[in-house]
């Protein structure tokens, strides 16, 4: 009797399978990101270079060490980040358009970047001489800085704020707050200032070396630490937030680690690639589709798997493997993602992948 | 003497603004509902039906009174001890799709498992018979956004019956429902309370099914006072015509329904007996006449007959005798 209760079997084997076919591919994209780009490495000298054995070509060895592997683990990492944050957006608001940056997490983030790079015409070299300095790290700190008020201010105002869709609203807001001041820095700016900033804007995997990379992998795990504390939690809001108090969850606590891991997790992203759009609205709904459950027990793991593939696949077709050119990253997660998001929207039969909305 | 599930003294409930004068729905509540009781909330739209619920419930604080959940005060349980205590369907349908029915189910457990929600074999027995007692043990595997919208709401209901409460609260929950759907939803709710010694409190809009349905009614009206009895004792004191009497319609206690008041002028004799006649009465309100119970001569005189399977009516209008098989036609036939 209780057999006919849990997951039926079949199911249950369909599901194992799809996590070993997405544990092949991680495999076989982080091997491909290694060996394809500007110049062609063959597999057998990347593993080579991985386990360290002697022989294989200097520069092979450079090229991977310095270029190829940060940027594929700085691949996985956003990946996963925007992708657990997403998921997170989507269920607290029960809106299937949510996504990491509903918030505004990245219009904090674009702010601080674009006045450290716009607004130092103003103060004078305020900032230039810190930039010359810190070099790329002085962007990543003023978009930490940037995300991290924004942070503050959602904590802050999620506290008084009980209802959802009033933060949604507050937090659009906000965005187009943040984005006329940043219209206006770039009006008065110089262009090759503004080139500077839109380069950022256009987001990239390429520029985290690996002392950032140890700071970025340590801010993501701890949010998708965060996040795997809340299955139970994030399946109670799926039903709404009155449900889940009256099932003795303390909505409240809820709340506020729901809301820190997930602008924790695309404030890291932003800081670090710049603001990288559509991974954490698709991937929630391709593993929704896929594994056919709005379980978060299983929707974690496997965004975490597809979150992490999606990326590689983007930064992959990003290098143009075989070519000297590469193109912006958001420039092919939107190419690939927008068509995805209004086939999702179109193809939503009567909630048949998340929400009735 | 026996503890209530829930007692409230001296309730006032209502919405704090900001922290100025709050807005109070209802005051000096005094109400008791026990075990095995099922106890229908009506009252006219926008008296407060749902706002009493949501305090009672803990979801929205009281602005003054008492209330006792098994006789300890509301304010004092844990969230987690409250969820075994009383749990709840809500209006709003819920918007969760690719979620199987048993997986909801499962989710009435919440308050009895730990942080990662392993579920124990106890806890699958429990969402197992309350599939059974709901009677939905079927459709375990189907995904809800495929159910009607009948069986979602007993799959609500099990929901809040896996948290194995003392009490179930229910705001509306036959309101996206058919009719038949509507009985079968007030029968289910009746028989948790009788057969399984539950506390079931909902608020509805079909005073019909209520006052069939429900082992008392509390009666809400528009100013915040609630009337509790049995539905017949309700009736029959008036206190029932009184709140839901308005300007055109009327509560008939001899069919325990509301009739529109249009009833005009022209008055028409009709004799007969069995559902024919009831029927035709209706139609005969619905169009505008007073349905005399003695003939008055010169007013139309209606005879229903029913023959075998074939109804009649003939009416007798100045002198002269028509025979009609319709009630349609009949109305057309009588003078305006």
Known sequence: MKQTLKSPTSQQTKRLWLFGLFLLLILALFLLSLALGSVSIPLKDIWGVLIGREGVRESWVYIVQNSRLPRVLTAVLAGIALSASGLQMQTMFRNPLADPFILGINSGASLGVAIAILGSSFVGGLFLPAMSLGGEFSLVLAASLGAGLVLALILLVGRWVQNPTTLLILGLMFGHATSAVVSLLVYFSAPERIQAYSIWSFGSFSGVNWTQLNVMALVILAGVGLMALLPKGLNALLLGEDYARTMGLNVGLLRFIVLLSASVLSGAVTAFCGPIGFIGVAVPHIARNLFKTSNHKILIPAIILIGAAVSMAASLIAQLPGSQLVLPINVVTSLFGAPFVVWVVLKRKRGATSFNV | ?336
């Open chain 2, 1 to 336: 003497m026996i503890e209530p599930v829930l007692q409230t003294s001296g309730l006032r409930i209502g919405y704090r603004n900001g922290g100025k004068t709050p807005k109070v729905i209802a005051d000096q509540l005094n109400l008791q509902l026990n075990a095995g009781e099922f106890v229908c909330l009506v009252g006219p739209n926008g008296v407060g039906k749902s706002t009493l619920l949501r305090t009672v419930t803990g979801l929205q604080p009281k602005l003054g009174g008492e209330i006792l959940m098994s006789g300890k005060k509301l304010e004092t349980y844990q969230p987690r001890e409250l969820a075994g205590q009383v749990s709840v369907v809500l209006t709003s349908p819920i918007s969760v799709g690719a979620m199987r029915v048993d997986e909801l189910t499962a989710m009435g457990r919440f308050p009895f498992t730990g942080l990662f929600d392993r579920m124990s074999e106890h806890d699958w027995e429990v969402v197992h018979e309350t599939l059974r007692v709901v009677g939905v043990e079927k459709l375990s595997h189907r995904y809800v956004h495929t159910l009607s919208d009948g069986e979602r709401q007993k799959v609500m209901i099990a929901r809040a019956l896996a948290q194995e409460p003392r009490l179930l609260i229910l705001d509306e929950p036959t309101a996206y429902l058919d009719l038949p759907g509507r009985v079968v939803v007030m029968n289910l709710l009746h028989d948790l309370a009788s057969g399984h010694d539950k506390a079931v409190l909902t608020s509805t809009h079909d005073l019909d099914l209520a006052l069939r349905h429900a082992d008392r009614i509390w009666l809400m009206d528009d100013v915040g006072r609630i009337i509790q009895g049995a539905p017949e004792d309700l009736v029959l004191n008036g206190s029932f015509a009184q709140t839901f009497n308005r300007a055109g319609v009327r509560f008939d206690p001899l069919s325990g329904t509301f009739d529109s008041q249009n009833s005009g002028s022209k008055s028409v004799f009709l004799e007969g007996v069995g559902p024919e006649v009831v029927w035709t009465r209706r139609a005969l309100h619905r169009a505008g006449f007073a349905v005399d119970e003695e003939w008055i001569p010169g007013s139309p005189r209606v005879c229903v007959m029913p023959q075998n399977d074939v109804i009649t009516w003939q009416v007798e209008l100045v002198g002269q005798t028509i025979t009609f098989t319709t009630v349609y036609d009949l109305l057309q036939s009588l003078p305006k």
